[in-house]
């Protein structure tokens, strides 16, 4: 649902795109619970859950590098107007607005390698039978 309703607009609306993050990070925020009902005594059961890991992984990094992209487009095209006219102040606000809405999807990426640390440690430590060293996933 989530990957759905990503558009450009959406990359605008950091409300709404922190929605769809929240949206995408349940099953880590989940974690514990999922793990305690998780036979974490068999390989298959952890593999399973491990995978869906991986797949909310790889959609919120999609998101973010997705988003960065749209807004870094849009700065580059606000700094080309700028060249052309250097005292277009409307500009030189959206700019900084533009560049500050940047610096927040940004700041995801850190959010992210947070909230994958806390998950793979507590897997690791439930799924033992697990060897998801040769799987790490990296942002």
Do not use: W
Not at 61 to 74: Q, S
Not at 92 to 115: C, G, P, Y
């Amino acid at each position: 649902m989530a990957e759905q309703q990503l558009n450009e607009s959406t990359c605008y609306n950091l409300s709404f795109f922190k929605e769809i993050m929240k949206e995408l990070r349940r099953v880590d925020d989940n974690i514990i619970p999922r793990m305690n009902a998780t036979d974490t005594h068999s390989e298959k059961a952890c593999g399973q859950f491990f995978h869906q890991l991986a797949e909310a992984y790889q959609k919120r990094e999609t998101a973010i590098n997705y988003c960065l992209k749209v807004m870094d487009e849009h700065i580059e095209k606000k700094n080309k107007k700028l060249e052309e006219d250097p005292d277009d102040f409307d500009t030189k606000s959206s700019l900084f607005t533009a560049e500050s809405q940047r610096r927040m999807l940004a700041n995801e990426l850190t959010v992210e390698d947070i909230v994958r640390e806390r998950s793979l440690k507590i897997f690791k430590n439930k799924c033992k039978i697990f060897d998801a060293s040769s799987l790490e996933l990296k942002l």
